[in-house]
């Protein structure tokens, strides 16, 4: 599913959430689904840390994913909290 921001630019893809009912946000705004209007809803300064093209976004306990297709000024948030960036995994090393 693509979803996009109501606030700004941002535009992200859904590569894994749970089955639960969740309340996706871009910059403090209801996510849209891409052919929707956004209408006149503004960017909270509080969830204006942006978000990175090309980049995987998930929670701690990386439940969901949403890859970032188009970067903007709006901070991604599923119910409430903070998505960030999804770390790379450590390879064991060669000896």
């Known amino acids: 599913m693509k979803l996009k921001s109501a606030v700004c630019d941002t535009q992200i893809m859904v590569l894994r959430v749970p089955a639960d009912s969740l309340e ?12 929707d209007a956004a209408g006149d809803a503004v960017l909270d300064p509080a969830l204006a840390g942006g978000s990175l093209t090309g980049k995987r976004y998930t929670d701690e306990a990386e439940t969901m994913e ?30």
């Open 66 to 95: 949403f890859l970032c297709t188009k970067g903007g000024e709006g901070t991604i948030t599923v119910d409430g909290l903070t998505i960030g960036i999804k770390q790379a995994k450590a390879l064991p090393s060669s000896d």
């Open 24 to 35: 996706i946000r871009i910059g403090g705004a209801p996510a849209l689904a891409a052919d």
